[in-house]
């Protein structure tokens, strides 16, 4: 009944934990094709997804990227080699709760004004620092709402975005996904499942989460990110927004097909 969804999983040194991603998708109802993106590893994380890809050769395709060139490099790469119209994006050191692919697919189904599906992130072994903050549900909805490792996306939307920014400021500090993740809920409608399966989000020393947590429940700047920096991200969403709204009134001028224009000097 519901469509069948593409999951991406950028993996880069993830040799411990992908067995465990990929065991959670292929037990996923609505999958469709599982892509494995080998962001230049440097252990046997490409190894590894090519044994499982061997195992399920009609399910699993790996692609290996030639350099490191950052996780948005890679799910963007992931996205294009899709031809799926839904696509997800899933990190390579979480996992799905069983049926968290049937509840974007049919979010998508019976919304079909959705562009943008964002699952549970449901957190495993958080530090009680973080846990037991009077604040905590609060700074996490955060998480939720800026994470890439949480989403499904109508394919043709997460395009016309441009991808995953891929800007040289994000590989040195991070945010790419909150920087999309804030356009989105600007130009779509964005469906939040927080209350069905979604994703579990294993928690580690130096994860992404620690720092968006330490800004929300105590206040702690980002360490070595200038308010030029900040300026430049705010920017990248600005765009993307910018470039989203030009498409749409393209796609909903009423001329369609050729029409002859003639262009004056006094209009240029």
């Given at each position: 009944m519901f469509a069948k969804i593409d999951v991406i999983i950028p993996c880069y040194n993830a040799e411990r934990t992908l067995s465990r991603a990929v065991q959670s998708v292929i037990g996923q109802v609505c999958l469709g094709k599982l892509w494995l993106i080998d962001d230049a590893s440097t252990d046997n994380t490409l190894a590894l997804a090519?044994?499982?890809?061997?195992?399920?050769?009609?399910?699993?395709?790996?692609?290996?990227?030639?350099?490191?060139?950052?996780?948005?490099?890679?799910?963007?790469?992931?996205?294009?080699?899709?031809?799926?119209?839904?696509?997800?994006?899933?990190?390579?050191?979480?996992?799905?709760?069983?049926?968290?692919?049937?509840?974007?697919?049919?979010?998508?189904?019976?919304q079909p004004d959705t562009a943008l599906v964002r699952l549970a992130l449901k957190p495993i072994d958080l530090p009680a620092c973080?846990?037991?903050?009077?604040?905590?549900?609060?700074?996490?909805?955060?998480?939720?709402?800026?994470?890439?490792?949480?989403?499904?996306?109508?394919?043709?939307?997460?395009?016309?975005?441009?991808?995953?920014?891929?800007?040289?400021?994000?590989?040195?500090?991070?945010?790419?996904?909150?920087?999309?993740?804030?356009?989105?809920t600007k130009i779509a409608k964005v469906a939040t499942l927080f209350g069905e399966p979604g994703v579990l989000h294993y928690c580690r020393a130096g994860m992404h989460a620690e720092r968006l947590l330490n800004a929300v429940l105590f206040q702690q700047p980002v360490e070595g990110v200038t308010a030029r920096e900040m300026a430049q991200a705010e920017e990248v969403t600005d765009k993307i927004c910018r470039q989203v709204e030009a498409l749409k009134c393209a796609l909903n001028s009423p001329q369609i097909g050729i029409c002859p224009l003639e262009i004056t000097r006094s209009e240029i």
């Open positions: 090519k044994q499982w890809a061997a195992r399920y050769p009609e399910q699993i395709f790996v692609e290996a990227m030639p350099h490191n060139g950052g996780v948005a490099k890679a799910r963007n790469w992931g996205a294009l080699q899709s031809d799926n119209e839904f696509i997800a994006f899933l990190d390579a050191d979480d996992a799905y709760e069983t049926g968290a692919l049937e509840t974007a697919a049919a979010t998508f189904y019976f973080y846990a037991e903050q009077p604040n905590f549900e609060f700074a996490w909805q955060h998480m939720r709402m800026t994470c890439g490792g949480n989403t499904v996306f109508r394919r043709a939307f997460l395009l016309a975005c441009g991808g995953f920014p891929q800007n040289d400021l994000f590989r040195q500090l991070g945010g790419e996904d909150g920087a999309l993740g804030i356009a989105t």
